[in-house]
């Protein structure tokens, strides 16, 4: 019988859902794109992201003329649904199928709901891009491993979004990047940033120039980086002795190959007390982020239970 802690925190091995990830990551990007066309620009692209939800990935509300629609991927319905303000409703079965199939049927449900998708028909951030309406070699859907994907997104949110909480600076969302795949919480000193050199595979330099314009300490989960996935913590820019710098828990590193700390999802999952465990690598990193960066930490940080009291009585 599976136990609660296993359902909380399951085990997928990356190597099992390879094709699986790599054609959803397809999907999430085309899907990404169609609420990047119609959303405001936001500092560092935060109107692109999709959200961790109770069934799977969401875009939230996008902003279509004077209404609003929404597209969600469902994990356990295995489906995509798309919704409109102004009561249109279309679904789509997740089930194998080649990006350009996934492509040409949301573009169709979009058109009865009338709603345009201008989008740039290519993926970022990989090599080699195919063009959507081509790509006929990613074509794997896994429903069990998806669903098993969404639920470590699902945990990662939650102690992401705990770890958040202690910061009252600027601050991100947690939010799913489809760029790379990966959940994402970013903290910002309040001080600019040296222009990123870019170099991101099928990306323009400009957009990492606006993503990391500020200076910061980014963590996440992506499902890479570790047998199951990895948590990872890393500064741009980064200060000098950042990666000698002695973080926790043990079994966390910093990785020359990916020049950041990782923490590999299986090593939190087998732990006592994964919360813990998580939350002291979140914390360790950005420690050694803000204290060799000097960053006022008196002035960004804070306890998310200073009202707690007042409230109680």
């Known amino acids: 019988m599976t136990s609660p802690a296993t359902m909380s925190w399951p085990s997928l091995r990356v190597s099992d859902w390879t094709s699986t990830r790599d054609t959803l990551h397809m999907w999430t990007q085309i899907v990404g794109k169609i609420r990047m066309a119609h959303a405001p620009l936001l500092n560092h692209w935060w109107q692109v992201t999709l959200y961790v939800s109770p069934r799977g990935l969401t875009t939230s509300t996008i902003p279509h003329r004077t209404g609003a629609f929404e597209i969600e991927f469902d994990f356990l319905g295995h489906q995509l649904d798309v919704r409109t303000s102004n009561g249109g409703t279309r679904s789509l079965p997740l089930q194998p199928m080649p990006v350009a199939e996934f492509y040409t049927q949301i573009l169709a449900m979009l058109d009865q709901l009338g709603v345009e998708a201008p989008i740039r028909p290519h993926p970022n951030e990989v090599d ?141 999952r087998a732990a006592p007390d994964p919360d813990r465990t998580i939350a002291e690598f979140l914390r360790t990193t950005y420690e050694a982020a803000a204290d060799l960066g000097h960053w006022d930490r008196s002035a960004l940080e804070d306890n998310p239970l200073r009202w707690h009291r007042a409230t109680a009585s």
């Open 128 to 268: 080699p891009a195919i063009p959507f309406a081509e790509d006929h070699h990613h074509a794997s859907y896994d429903g069990e491993a998806a669903a098993l994907f969404w639920r470590q997104l699902l945990q990662a949110n939650r102690v992401i979004g705990e770890f958040r909480s202690h910061f009252v600076g600027k601050v991100s969302p947690v939010h799913f990047f489809w760029g790379g795949m990966d959940l994402a919480c970013t903290r910002f000193s309040g001080r600019s940033a040296p222009p990123h050199p870019g170099g991101v595979p099928n990306c323009g330099d400009w957009v990492m120039v606006e993503g990391y314009s500020r200076e910061l300490s980014s963590c996440g989960f992506w499902p890479g980086g570790g047998e199951e996935g990895a948590f990872y913590s890393y500064a741009y820019p980064a200060p000098d002795g950042f990666a000698e710098q002695q973080i926790g828990p043990e079994g966390a590193y910093f990785s020359t190959e990916f020049q950041q700390f990782l923490l590999p999802y299986e090593v939190a």
